[in-house]
């Protein structure tokens, strides 16, 4: 069965940091593209980073440049978003999705999902 999991949210006070992680059964994720959105309350599903297959080159919104990284473990099947200097804007569902073809931001290009985790950043 093919399942994504994430998992790491949390409330966090402004400034904080959390580390989201996003793993896999049933497939390899390095074989993949995997990619992060998120949904704000009120707002559409974004995406935040994603980070190719093969080459690794990752990919940020504008916004999150300097503040967040993406990263893979394949011995975990795992890649990790880690989020630093929160902000309360950073408020969302954060979801993780693979491709083996996908790039970009596009999420309706995205084959799995996973069931999202909540992160809350208090002011």
């Known amino acids: 069965q093919v399942q994504l999991v994430e998992s790491g949210g949390d409330l966090v006070q402004s400034g904080g940091s959390l580390r989201l992680s996003c793993t896999a059964s049933?497939?390899?994720?390095?074989?993949?593209?995997i990619a992060w959105f998120r949904q704000a309350p009120g707002k559409e599903r974004e995406g935040v980073s994603y980070i190719l297959r093969a080459t690794n080159v990752a990919n940020y919104k504008d916004s999150v440049k300097d503040q967040f990284i993406i990263a893979r473990d394949n011995a975990k099947n795992t890649v990790f978003l880690q989020m630093n200097s929160l902000k309360p804007e950073d408020t969302a569902v954060y979801y993780c999705?693979?491709?083996?073809?996908?790039?970009?931001?596009?999420?309706?290009?995205?084959?799995?999902w996973g069931q999202g985790t909540r992160v809350t950043v208090s002011s």
């Open positions: 049933g497939f390899t994720l390095d074989q993949y593209t």
């Open positions: 999705a693979a491709d083996r073809i996908a790039h970009g931001f596009d999420d309706t290009l995205y084959t799995y």
